[in-house]
């Protein structure tokens, strides 16, 4: 499996950034987590028009590994990836582990990590509405735009920890 340019994307709280980090070291890619582009430091969003040809910028790389939902602009990466990744984790593990950031990283923002962690109702609702709201409409952009690329599915994080290995042994 030869991954140059992945899109990684999922719920809030599903190990996207992680995943990302990790992701990066092993295939030798540059990391670009979508909350530290689309917020500045003053957690002002971006105009979706600046948020999108940032997201075609990036695109343009020869290799890279993004991650983030962000659906409005989801076409851009799936129309030039080759891998998708969904992090197709249950609500619960997905609110834990809004949770456990919170927690590890207290209200803030970690440019460097990809973390935005912000907790609000606002917040909880998408993440408790995800799977029922959200996914469909992101697995029909991924069938409708991400058709060429590999599409990998993981469902929790034991299945993730596993995927790595495999990709770290299909790397050597």
């Keep these: 499996m030869q991954?140059?340019?992945?899109a990684i994307?999922?719920?809030g709280g599903s190990g996207k950034s992680h995943l990302a980090r990790e992701l990066g070291k092993i295939v030798n890619a540059p990391v670009t987590h979508l909350d530290s582009v689309y917020y500045d430091d003053g957690w002002n969003p971006l105009p979706s028009e600046k948020?999108?040809?940032?997201q075609r910028d990036?695109?343009?790389?020869?290799?890279?590994?993004?991650d983030g939902n962000y659906n409005s602009t989801l076409q851009v990466r799936l129309e030039l990836c080759d891998t998708v990744i969904l992090m197709d984790?249950?609500?619960v593990v997905a609110l834990c582990g809004v949770f456990s950031r919170?927690?590890?990283?207290g209200h803030g923002q970690d440019r460097d990590s990809g973390i935005y962690n912000r907790i609000h109702w606002g917040v909880l609702r998408y993440v408790a509405t995800y799977r029922r709201k959200m996914r469909p409409r992101?697995?029909?952009k991924i069938e409708e735009y991400g058709g060429h690329a590999d599409v990998v599915l993981l469902t929790s994080r034991r299945h993730?920890?596993?995927?790595?290995?495999?990709?770290?042994?299909h790397q050597t």
């Design 138 to 140: 992101v697995l029909a």
């Design 3 to 6: 991954m140059q340019r992945v």
């Design 51 to 54: 948020f999108e040809a940032l």
């Design 9 to 11: 994307v999922g719920c």
């Design 102 to 105: 919170q927690l590890k990283h």
């Design 160 to 169: 993730t920890r596993r995927w790595l290995e495999q990709v770290v042994a």
């Design 58 to 66: 990036l695109v343009r790389g020869e290799r890279w590994v993004i």
């Design 89 to 91: 984790m249950p609500t």
